[in-house]
Nanobody, 123 residues
Framework: QVQLVESGGGLVQAGGSLRLSCAAS????????MGWFRQAPGKEREFVAA????????YYADSVKGRFTISRDNAKNTVYLQMNSLKPEDTDIYYC????????????????WGQGTPVTVSS
C-alpha cells in the first residue's frame, strides 16, 4: 500500500502562488493515477486535478484550469500541484490521493490518501 505525505501548504495573499508536494512511499508509485482534492470543514470534497502515470493525460476541475498545474516525478515518487493566481475561495485543506481513472472520473483507492496540507489565501 502506498503512503502519501503532503507538504507545501501555507498562508498566501490573493494573487500569490504555492507549490504543493505529495511524496509517496511503500508501493509502486508509477502504477497509479495521482490526484489532488480539496475540502474545507463542512464542505464536500472537491476534485482538483489528476495525472496519469506517465503524465500523458491530465485533468483539472474547471475552477482551477489555467491557474493550477499538476505534475509528477516518478523517479522521486512525488506529485506536485503548482497553484498560481490564488483566490480566497481556494482556501481549503488539500489532499493527494492514488487511484485510477474510470468512467471519466478519478477514483481514489480507499486508504490511499495523505493527511492533507492547509492552504489559506487572504484577500
Amino acid at each position: 500500500q502506498v503512503q502519501l505525505v503532503e507538504s507545501g501548504g501555507g498562508l498566501v495573499q490573493a494573487g500569490g502562488s504555492l507549490r504543493l508536494s505529495c511524496a509517496a512511499s511503500g508501493g509502486t508509485f508509477s502504477s497509479y493515477v495521482m490526484g489532488w482534492f480539496r475540502q474545507a470543514p463542512g464542505k464536500e470534497r472537491e476534485f482538483v486535478a489528476a495525472i496519469t502515470w506517465g503524465g500523458g493525460r491530465i485533468y483539472y476541475a474547471d475552477s482551477v484550469k489555467g491557474r493550477f498545474t499538476i505534475s509528477r516525478d516518478n523517479a522521486k515518487n512525488t506529485v506536485y500541484l503548482q497553484m498560481n493566481s490564488l483566490k480566497p475561495e481556494d482556501t481549503d485543506i488539500y489532499y493527494c490521493a492514488a487511484g485510477f481513472w474510470a468512467n471519466g472520473l478519478f477514483r481514489p483507492l480507499e486508504g490511499y490518501w495523505g493527511q492533507g496540507t492547509p492552504v489559506t489565501v487572504s484577500s
